[in-house]
């Protein structure tokens, strides 16, 4: 939701959208999703209108035909990540 209304240049508009998604996220976040959305709008603004091929269109089509996901190996996928979830995770090396 915060991604649209980056793109669309509409947070400003909205006042209650960044109090609603700020409920969910730090300001640390905040700041990260905003310059992630950021980022991939000026990359896409920059290469359409460039008209520069990001990947070769024979590849593309390739990935649109086998993106199927099937609804119940992803719940099974996620189920299954969530029950062997670490209780806890190392502290990174300090080097």
């Known amino acids: ?5 980056v793109t669309r240049n509409t947070a400003k508009e909205d006042n209650g959208i960044y109090e609603q998604v700020r409920e969910h996220f730090t300001e640390q976040e905040m700041v ?5 959305s950021c980022f991939f709008n000026f990359f896409n603004r920059l290469t359409d209108s460039l008209q520069i091929p990001v990947e070769d269109q024979g590849e593309v089509d390739k990935i649109k035909r ?6 119940e190996k992803v719940k099974t996928y ?11 995770f190392p502290e990174p090396n300090p080097d």
């Open 1 to 5: 939701m915060w991604a649209d209304h």
């Open 32 to 36: 990260d999703l905003t310059l992630i």
């Open 66 to 71: 086998s993106v199927r996901l099937d609804p």
């Open 78 to 88: 996620l189920q299954t990540t969530v029950e062997n979830w670490p209780e806890s």
